[in-house]
């Protein structure tokens, strides 16, 4: 099994630019989630997801659209880069609720 | 609201020694707690998780950790501490029964083994 894959792995944006997150997980897992990690704040939530066609909002949603039509894939976008949002992003999934998640190896954004 | 503190955001321990990372949570309802590892550059391992079964978890590595209701504590230890564990350990707090589906994390406590 892959587990849960992302790409790409790094990026550098301009500010104002656009882009798409890609995030895929092949164990069929319920759950999926975005986290932003930034030193010293740990990982903070930006979109999770309970389900196809269901999703909702984290700790940190402004400045980023989510969208789950498949099981499989869970797209996070930048609507319009700013610096604020140098991060590393992280995708996980998990099969239900009380299951640990598994996490993708990462995608390092700088927004210059 | 649920959250979490990890008391000491770096630990450093001598090779062979007792590794005891601190995190204490906070939730209205029965909570999911769990450990994670995160090695450089790279995603979140998951270590353990209690998930209001036995008190007393056992994970990956020989780490494990104690659920302790009136302290609101779930501290993560391993008996002796090995090179390999240096790394960056994050709590994690998840609302059993509220029927939120969200992962609170905590900031991190980065673990330095000294030889």
């Known amino acids: 099994n892959a587990g849960v894959t992302q790409t790409p792995k790094f990026q550098v944006l301009k500010t104002g630019q656009s882009m798409t997150l890609q995030c895929a997980q092949d164990?069929?897992?319920?759950?999926m989630s975005w986290y932003r990690q930034d030193p010293g704040m740990g990982l903070r939530l930006i979109h999770y997801s309970v389900g196809a066609g269901i999703t909702d909002q984290g700790e940190v949603p402004n400045g980023y659209n989510v969208s789950r039509s498949t099981t499989e894939d869970f797209p996070l976008r930048l609507l319009s880069a700013a610096p604020s949002q140098t991060s590393v992003y992280f995708c996980?999934?998990?099969?239900?609720?009380?299951?640990?998640?598994?996490f993708g190896s990462g995608t390092r954004l700088t927004v210059v | 609201a649920q959250s979490v503190t990890q008391l000491g955001s770096h630990v450093s321990v001598s090779e062979g020694a007792l590794v005891l990372l601190r995190c204490n949570y906070s939730?209205?309802?029965?909570?999911?707690l769990f450990w994670y590892v995160q090695y450089p550059n790279q995603g979140l391992q998951l270590l353990l998780k209690y998930t209001s079964a036995a008190t007393l978890v056992k994970g990956i590595n020989g780490f494990e950790a104690e659920f302790k209701k009136s302290e609101t504590s779930f501290h993560l230890t391993k008996p002796s501490a090995h090179m390999s564990d240096a790394a960056e350990y994050f709590c994690a707090v998840s609302d059993g029964d509220s029927g939120t589906y969200k992962y609170i994390f905590g900031t991190g406590t980065r673990l330095k083994v000294l030889a």
């Open positions: 164990m069929n897992h319920e759950y």
């Open positions: 939730s209205s309802v029965p909570p999911y």
């Open positions: 996980a999934s998990k099969k239900r609720q009380g299951y640990g998640y598994t």
